[in-house]
């Protein structure tokens, strides 16, 4: 192999633990009637596509989740606005107009219902305009 190939085709290996791991991703690579290289090569791909399909769909379900100090015990309480159709309408009904500091700058309307949601050291600040 010229040195051109080898840069162009750069190489990954690894060691197995065992003659027995070896053996069992032999039998693996020869019933899926692919190359040794295919075969990893689809795995390790598809592996990472299929994680970041995962990372993506557990960030909407967690979009979708409300959390609130309780007023008692201050234990946080996570309300699944997925589920909770009552807490969702409740909850936009609140904060339906709460809007970024340049969002509202960029309207450029004043409104009496405006909510200015202003982060401190404490947490945040709610501010009606």
């Known amino acids: 192999m010229s040195k051109k190939y080898r840069m162009l ?4 290996s690894f060691r197995c633990r065992s003659i027995e791991e070896y053996k069992k991703i032999k039998e693996m690579v020869k019933r899926s ?8 090569r689809e795995i390790i791909l ?3 596509e299929k994680e970041s399909q ?5 960030r909407k379900q967690e979009m979708n989740k409300f959390y609130l100090p309780c007023p008692d015990c201050k ?15 409740k909850i936009f009904e609140i904060f339906g ?3 970024h500091t340049k969002c ?7 409104s009496n219902d405006i909510i ?4 401190t050291g404490n947490g945040y600040k709610i501010i009606k305009q």
């Open 9 to 12: 085709h750069p190489t990954i």
């Open 33 to 40: 009637g692919k190359s040794e290289s295919d075969y990893v």
């Open 46 to 48: 598809g592996a990472e």
């Open 54 to 58: 995962s990372f993506e769909a557990g």
């Open 75 to 89: 234990e946080t309480i996570c309300v699944d606005l997925n589920i909770d159709k009552e807490a969702r309408r």
């Open 97 to 99: 107009t709460y809007k």
């Open 104 to 110: 509202i700058n960029k309207n450029k309307q004043k």
């Open 116 to 119: 200015f949601l202003l982060q």
